[in-house]
């Protein structure tokens, strides 16, 4: 295979050469409204409905286990009655319950991150939803056999779940160029802030308002287990969606556009080159663009060894990592905790108290969407380096909700305690489009893994909130005992901000293409070269360049 050298010898141009400067990458094509909605768009919005299904499974029993365990007054037939608590659960108990599913979580984190490699994105995607659905619809029944059997439903609902996050964020290092991945993962990953809404507001009106108790409740009995069914039977149509609309590359997609694929494609291959480099915007073959890594089959990618290595050695992964567990921890807190605050020390209804814990995840989901499209405007992407994006962004996310969280420590009133709940948690939105994409700039190809490593030590914040929160504020009446869990989170938050602030970098790592991959890619491409006798193809597989080092047109 020739090398570099060789054009000086008056032989034609090598495709593919190994570049050392950022390029912004190809412009994207223009949209016309007869065209229908581009194929990535339809993913980012399918993907988005699928975390929104996702969360609500996995916290619909943080707000549905207060009409669970205490006496709830429902209106039944225009009339309100007291019905008394069905399961007898302390809040010791209803918080392991709530913590068993990030157990689950932690433990399949990093199998979770092989099988998308292993079998596709889409198809364990559609499996792990599938299966969650259906446990979620068991919920009502195992509940009423004992605690124990609930938490161990829960803990394999984490392990189901794990899976996920890696899956998409591959996804996105296969759909979108680096420029768009801000804004279109922002619009994936505002699913969970959704989810968290509909969960708590649908959540309060069908534990007072709901139908379809399990066998042996009066219907103007318990209410709560239509909550199971109402999110149990959604994300199983969910399944049947995604099963014809998602595709795990552009390449695989059979209703793409022919210009959508190329831009995909085309910027994919370019996005770390020179800008004189970039490939004319004439038609062009496939082949004359495509880096190593989109020349490989994805059952010949998915083999390449994981360097875990220099993973482990790698200051950007560990401030990521402390980054997540902190503000996950925060989150984690903030979703599962304060549906008991405000019912208990603030004496809100379970209703109001469903749409007042949904309140932040909508302020949450805006943010989210407003930090994406500050990410594409021209003026940013001109004069603030990815890196610098990601660092405020973060730093906004961590900072202002810490302030928040303390001014809720020290409330006067049930108004003044939402107020400022509601923003702590609607301005940490933007950390999801900070650190909370981080992976997919340190290495596209080993994202899902980077996504498994880190979540499953971000799952640890899930496992400490509740168990420490239950254990923290036995006499869930007391101001004073929620005072030091608001301090505690806004902590875990500036401790986050600062760690990212100090060490994170969105630059590609040395370590982020596969030596293995890139003699592969090598071999592939000789046996590819009768494609384009006149150009041949060359691959450098040197890897001591900076960061940025990739592969480029």
Not at 122 to 144: E, F, H
Not at 234 to 260: K, N, Y
Request: charged share 15%; net charge neutral; with cysteine.
């Amino acid at each position: 295979m020739r090398r570099e050298g060789a054009a000086d010898n008056g032989e034609s141009q090598p495709i593919i050469q190994r570049k050392k400067a950022m390029s912004p990458g190809p412009p994207p094509p223009s949209w016309k409204a007869r065209d229908g909605l581009p194929a990535r768009w339809q993913l980012a919005f399918i993907s988005m409905v699928g975390f929104v299904f996702l969360y609500a499974l996995r916290f619909n029993i943080s707000q549905t286990i207060v009409a669970m365990t205490g006496n709830v007054s429902l209106h039944c037939h225009n009339r309100s009655i007291m019905v008394a608590a069905e399961l007898d659960w302390d809040s010791e108990q209803s918080g392991y319950v709530q913590s068993s599913f990030f157990y689950g979580y932690a433990l399949m984190a990093l199998p979770g991150a092989w099988m998308a490699g292993r079998f596709g994105s889409k198809r364990v995607l559609a499996g792990s939803m599938l299966l969650n659905a259906i446990l979620c619809l068991l919920t009502p029944v195992v509940s009423t056999i004992g605690v124990g059997y609930v938490i161990a439903l829960r803990i394999l609902q984490g392990m189901i779940q794990a899976p996920f996050y890696p899956c998409m964020h591959r996804m996105w290092g296969r759909w979108s160029p680096q420029a768009e991945v801000g804004m279109l993962a922002s619009i994936t990953y505002s699913g969970p802030y959704i989810g968290n809404i509909v969960s708590y507001f649908v959540g309060g009106i069908l534990s007072e308002r709901g139908f379809g108790a399990h066998a042996g409740v009066d219907y103007c009995g318990a209410q709560w287990p239509s909550v199971f069914y109402v999110f149990g039977a959604g994300a199983l149509i969910w399944v049947v969606v995604w099963l014809f609309m998602a595709f795990d590359t552009p390449a695989q997609h059979p209703r793409i556009s022919h210009c959508e694929r190329t831009y995909i494609e085309k910027g994919l291959a370019n996005e770390c080159g020179d800008p004189e480099n970039r490939p004319s915007e004439e038609p062009y073959a496939l082949l004359d663009v495509l880096p190593f890594n989109f020349l490989l089959p994805e059952s010949i990618s998915s083999q390449c060894r994981v360097p875990w290595k220099d993973i482990l050695k790698s200051l950007p992964v560990w401030a990521l990592l402390i980054n997540l567990l902190a503000y996950d921890y925060g989150m984690y807190t903030l979703m599962t905790e304060v549906p008991s605050y405000l019912k208990n020390a603030e004496k809100v209804d379970i209703q109001s108290s469903g749409i007042f814990s949904a309140l932040p995840f909508g302020m949450m989901w805006l943010v989210t969407l407003i930090a994406g499209a500050f990410t594409r405007l021209p003026v940013v992407q001109a004069n603030i380096s990815i890196t610098r994006q990601r660092k405020i962004l973060t730093l906004i996310g961590c900072f202002i909700p810490a302030v928040f969280l303390v001014l809720a420590g020290y409330n006067k009133s049930s108004t003044t305690a939402i107020v400022y709940i509601t923003v702590a948690g609607g301005i940490s939105g933007c950390q999801m489009v900070g650190s909370g994409i981080n992976q997919i700039d340190l290495s596209p190809r080993y994202a899902d893994m980077l996504v498994g490593w880190t979540n499953m030590w971000g799952s640890v914040g899930g496992i400490l909130a509740p168990t420490f929160v239950g254990q923290l504020v036995p006499h869930l009446t007391d101001h004073e005992e929620w005072k030091l869990v608001f301090f505690v989170t806004a902590g875990m938050f500036v401790l986050g901000g600062v760690i990212y602030g100090a060490l994170g970098t969105a630059k590609r790592q040395t370590w982020g293409e596969s030596k293995v991959a890139v003699q592969v890619a090598e071999d592939r491409i000789t046996s590819l070269n009768h494609y384009a006798p006149d150009r041949p193809l060359l691959v450098e597989s040197d890897t001591d360049g900076p960061e940025t080092d990739r592969f480029a047109v």
